[in-house]
């Protein structure tokens, strides 16, 4: 054969082509296994919470810390701040930060999960209990769903049983510090059950409601519920 | 035996008004649709690009912050600071050279002092001097083009999306009809248009769906 051949070469080129190709797309592979295989995603899917459930739901990546998902933020001012509670309650109220840092808090680490997939394991949220704020709003029997209400008309909804489990609060400090801008300062939900949306940042209102009232991304093909172990992203 | 050059007896066609009428009316329309595909091509071209931009900006949501550059940053001051807040604050804000005035000094607690500015807090350690800098600064064109995108500004934004939807509707089917091929729509056009509709068939197939 004529090792110069122009065809040969050519032929020759396509299968050197061909190999680095086929060489990229197997490193590539085997570096994305190493990334989904990382040892802080590795160790939360061999453990179990309380309630007999995976600590990990399916499809999800253990990070270490929040990531700033976005959104329209509200006014960062502790000074300007005001959270209503109202709606379907005897005694609607308004609080300001001071007003808030001077109820009862509550400290608890909790994960949280995003529906693009990441999990954050153990942070520590401080806040008040959501169901601190309805029992000094004194219910009425007619209340069923809580709209969480935040800046620039974002809010998420959740059934009033799941809204007054001991581990949903509006939260202002994260891990020690005052929570950051970036994740709804100076005061966001924490709901941590749910889909990390449903955790509306930058909260300006809690109303407690007799009907659902599907929010911001609800409205726009992501679940109603939100069950990252029943993997309910979207709708 | 053909003779070269001779003319047909038969009748012309194209003699009478009606053939002729008909033969315009079947050409005319395609110089028109092409006119029309091309200029609503150009009014749809700013839009196309706050919607492609803005689609993989949001896409890519748990990669990046698409709206917003992060700032987290934490200094060390000199201690003692001074008791009042006003001059506690103005110390701290000399120490770290920033010469902006704070829009807000609040008292966030016994050791907690907050200096807000427009763009980042200063979150400020009385008892240790430390200071927690965090803000964030706008993307400047991407934060505009997402906005636009997610429909998160005024209502009347609704009606604009709407009719980029109905042009961009237009442009898809006026496309199919603007050169006609060998084989009309039956030939590479449909090939190629019906790929293009698999996609997503092929995709939902795969993946089981909603």
């Known amino acids: 054969m004529n090792r110069f051949n122009p065809e040969f070469e050519e032929a020759l080129a396509r299968r050197r082509f061909i190999q680095a190709a086929a060489g990229g797309t197997v490193i590539m592979a085997l570096g994305s296994f190493y ?42 001012s502790p000074g300007n701040y005001r959270l209503r509670v109202h709606g379907e309650v005897e005694a609607p109220f308004e609080l300001g930060f001071a007003e808030l840092l001077a109820l009862p808090q509550t400290e608890q ?22 169901a601190d704020l309805a029992e000094r709003a004194k219910l009425k029997k007619s209340a ?11 809010t998420s909804n959740v059934a ?19 929570l950051v801008r970036a994740h709804g300062a100076p005061v966001r939900a924490v709901l941590p ?12 209102g ?20 939100a069950d990252p172990w029943k993997e309910e992203r979207y709708a | 035996m053909p003779i070269l050059g001779k003319k047909s007896d038969m009748p012309d066609g194209a003699a009478d008004p009606r053939v002729r009428a008909e033969r315009r009316r079947k050409l005319n329309w395609r110089p028109w649709l092409r006119a029309l595909h091309r200029d609503i091509g150009y009014f749809a071209v700013g839009l196309t690009v706050v ?21 987290n940053r934490t200094h060390q001051l000199g201690l003692p600071l001074p008791a009042d807040d006003d001059a506690a604050a103005k110390s701290a804000l000399a120490a770290l050279n920033v010469r902006e005035a704070p829009r807000e000094v609040y008292r966030a607690s016994d050791t907690q002092l907050d200096l807000v500015f427009d763009q980042r807090t200063f979150h400020v350690d009385t008892k240790s001097g430390v200071v927690h800098e965090e803000g964030q600064a706008a993307r400047p064109l991407l934060r505009v083009a997402n906005w636009l995108h ?13 009719f980029y939807a109905v042009f961009l509707l237009f442009l898809a089917f006026s496309g199919l009809f603007m050169i006609p091929g060998r084989k009309g729509l039956l030939g590479r056009g449909a090939i190629v248009a019906l790929l293009g509709a698999a996609v997503p068939v092929v995709y939902v197939l795969l993946s089981g769906g909603p």
Not at chain 1, 163 to 169: G, R
Request: aromatic share 12%; hydrophobic share 35%.
């Open chain 1, 35 to 76: 990334v989904l295989s990382d040892d802080l995603t590795r160790e939360a899917k061999a453990q179990t919470r309380s309630d007999g459930r995976p600590r990990l739901p399916p499809g999800q990546r253990v990070i270490e810390a929040l990531k700033p998902m976005g959104g329209e933020p509200g006014d960062p």
């Open chain 1, 109 to 130: 680490a909790l994960d949280v999960h995003c529906v693009t997939t990441w999990s954050v394991l153990g942070a520590k949220w401080q806040g008040v209990r959501v």
């Open chain 1, 144 to 154: 069923r769903y809580v709209i969480f209400e935040a800046a620039h008309g974002y």
């Open chain 1, 160 to 178: 009033l049983r799941d809204a007054l489990k001991p581990t949903v609060m509006v939260a202002h400090r994260l891990n020690g510090s005052p």
């Open chain 1, 193 to 204: 059950e749910f889909y990390f949306w449903k955790s509306a940042k930058w909260l300006t």
């Open chain 1, 206 to 225: 809690i109303r407690f409601s007799d009907h659902d009232e599907p929010g911001y991304w609800e409205t726009r093909g992501y679940s109603n519920h």
């Open chain 2, 51 to 71: 919607y492609a931009a803005s689609g993989l900006a949001v896409n890519h949501l748990k990669d990046w912050d698409p709206n917003f550059k992060q700032v």
């Open chain 2, 150 to 162: 997610l429909n998160r500004g005024k209502k009347a934004w609704t009606y604009v999306a709407d």
